[in-house]
């Protein structure tokens, strides 16, 4: 078994429920979310989001809104004023381009305004039930002390992560790896005495262990 393999059977044990943290119900409330989530926890952006919903449900609604109005809602959130004026002109182009509808394939997600292919990929896992590997922060500190890619570059790292787990367990795998992230493999100060992946983590041992 790859240590890929090892490391996500060990954190299946450990995580019971690995789904995404963002609230939504439609691919586009979780565009929306995630466009919200840059730089900007999760927990925040559900305060958010209710209401936001409840006032927008359709791209159209988005792209023909008083962004005064969208800014005011998300006006917790870092960096609102610019987050808006994304989500607006990503539904417009949904609406222009794809009649409303968010598109469910990489090469269309892609060419909507502010979203890369770590958004594209959550989207994907997460709304359209796809399988997909999404590279954000979190995937990319873990994955990267394990010793499961040597890479920098999140899209060479989402290359590694394909090739060593199985196609079936790619959503499942990022969302296990994001939650490990956010709460023991954290940025600063890696909980690793009670870190169950401590035998397989190339950063724990050259720490000493
Ligand atoms: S042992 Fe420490 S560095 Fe390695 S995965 Fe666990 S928490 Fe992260």
Same mark, same amino acid.
């Given at each position: 078994m790859k240590k890929a393999e090892k490391v996500i059977e060990i954190l299946e044990k450990e995580i019971s429920n690995p789904r995404i943290e963002l609230n939504f119900s439609t691919p586009l409330e979780l565009l929306v979310a995630t466009i919200l989530s840059a730089q900007c926890k999760d927990e925040r952006v559900n305060r958010v989001t209710p209401e936001l919903f409840r006032r927008f449900k359709e791209a159209r609604d988005y792209a023909e809104a008083d962004i005064k109005e969208i800014e005011e809602i998300i006006r917790p959130i870092s960096f609102y004023r610019n987050k808006a004026r994304m989500i607006v002109n990503c539904c417009k182009r949904i609406v222009e381009d794809f009649n409303g509808k968010v598109p469910d394939n990489l090469e269309d997600l892609v060419t909507l305004p502010g979203v890369g292919r770590k958004t594209a990929n959550i989207l994907l896992?997460?709304?359209?039930?796809? =399988?997909?590997?999404?590279?954000?922060?979190?995937?990319? +500190?873990?994955?990267?002390?394990?010793?499961?890619? &040597?890479? =920098?570059?999140?899209?060479?790292?989402?290359?590694d992560l +394909?090739?060593?787990?199985?196609?079936?367990?790619? &959503?499942?795998?990022?969302?296990?790896?994001?939650?490990?992230g956010r709460y023991t493999c954290k940025a600063k100060a890696p909980d690793c005495p009670r870190c169950g992946l401590r035998e397989l983590c190339e950063y724990y041992h050259r720490k000493g262990g």
């Open positions: 896992g997460n709304a359209f039930g796809k =399988q997909a590997i999404a590279v954000d922060t979190h995937v990319k +500190r873990v994955a990267q002390r394990l010793g499961l890619t &040597t890479s =920098q570059d999140p899209d060479r790292i989402e290359e +394909r090739r060593q787990i199985p196609e079936d367990r790619w &959503t499942r795998a990022t969302n296990l790896l994001i939650l490990h």
